[in-house]
Each structure stands twice: as C-alpha cells, then as structure tokens.
C-alpha cells in the first residue's frame, strides 16, 4: 500500500462546477496535510494546509479532513480553465518526536477544466 | 515560492559526468529539502539538510548522490558519474524551524543524454 495515495484521474470538469479531488493516507500519527498544485514544467505551489479534523476554507477551495478515516479532500468550487493542472497531496508525519517539513507525496491527480 | 533560488534552472550532462545544483532557501530559513520528480511520477523526498548538517537522507539513492549546506553559501546537490536515469526535476525547499510551511524553488531539470 502507498503511503499516500489519490484519485488516479485524470479528472475533466466543466468550467463552474466543483472538482473533488481525494487522497488517502496510510500512516495514522500523520499530523499535517497540504495541497499543492503544479503546472506543467513549474514547481509545486502550495494551496492549501490543513491540521485538524473538518474543513478549512480559502476562496474557492476547501480541504477536507477526516484522520478517524485517513481520508483528506480538496474542492474547488466555481472550477476555471486556470485550474487545469496537477494537484498534489502531502502528508507531513513527525519523527522520532521532531517536526520538519519532510513531505510525503501522492503521484497527483490531473485536472482539466473545460470552457 | 518566491525567495528559494535554484540554479541552473535546466542542465545537460553526459552519460558519466557530474551534475550540481545549487539551492538558496528563503531569507530567515535555515532548513533545506531537496527533493526529485521523476518523469511521470511524484515528487520524493531525498534529503534535509541544515546548515552544515545532515539530518535525514534517507531518500538519497546510495551511490553516487551527496548533499551539502555549508555554514556560508548555497546548499548544493551533486550527482557524480550521471546516468540517464538521474533525468528529472530536481526541487529545493525551505522552510523555517517548525517546517509547518515549506515553500518550493523553481526546481532544476537534468537532462542526461
């Protein structure tokens, strides 16, 4: 099993509806949860963080966390063609007791928003 | 990801060369991650340095990869006797103490050829 894994897509919405985009972790003591979004050929950029169970909002986007089921989201509402890109899921999981920013990411799911 | 400077941004290297990228984290972060996006794939943690330690490395491949971040200057990846293998995205990122924010540079793709 992976340790983080997501909806394989690619994923293809309509401009204004809602993507979901889903990711799954395997370890339980995992205490801190991102979402990056890439565009072809650029690096990684941070959207979204998220620590404690429920939702988080920041515009269109919304996190999701649920760590009873291991389970965090990310909507973006009102999708636009400038959201077509990779996003991906980080888990950040202390060890040993320290906290740094090692991340373990998900392959990334592709979303392409449509006119 | 503004303030966390890679260079060069693209390399070309041949089979059996070497290969260093250099990283400058952003201004008041003194903890650097690199990390490598193979084709098609994610990206994977390789090594966390601070300065003139290494503290984690346990994604660096055994052989061939070494890392560093001197008391002055950038933190530098180097990849010694290239093989095609090695061509990928190469990302460095900072963060401060906590590592609750980690900001990623504008990466360094090597090609091997």
């Known amino acids: 099993q992976k340790e983080v894994e997501q909806n394989s897509g690619p994923l293809s919405v309509p401009e204004g509806a809602i993507a979901s985009l889903n990711c799954t972790y395997s370890d339980r003591v995992s205490q801190s949860f991102f979402w990056y979004r890439q565009y072809s050929g650029k690096s990684p950029e941070l959207i979204m963080s998220i620590y404690s169970n429920g939702d988080k909002e920041d515009g269109r986007f919304t996190a999701q966390l649920n760590k009873a089921s291991q389970y965090v989201s990310l909507l973006i509402r009102d999708s636009q063609p400038s959201d077509s890109a990779t996003y991906l899921c980080a888990v950040k999981t202390s060890a040993g007791g320290t906290s740094y920013g090692k991340l373990t990411f998900g392959q990334g799911t592709i979303l392409t928003v449509h006119p | 990801n503004a303030g966390v400077m890679q260079n060069p941004r693209h390399l070309v290297r041949r089979r059996g060369q070497e290969a260093r990228l250099r990283c400058s984290p952003m201004?008041?972060?003194?903890?650097v991650y690199w990390y490598r996006q193979l084709p098609e794939e994610g990206l994977k943690f390789m090594v966390y340095l601070q300065k003139e330690n290494i503290i984690d490395e346990s994604g660096m491949p055994k052989e061939r990869f070494s890392a560093e971040f001197p008391k002055e200057g950038p933190s530098i990846l180097r990849i010694q006797q290239v093989v095609r293998g090695d061509s990928a995205a190469y990302f460095c990122a900072s963060s401060e103490a906590s590592g609750n924010t980690i900001y990623f540079g504008e990466g360094s793709w090597l090609t091997v050829v």
């Open positions: 201004k008041g972060h003194s903890h």
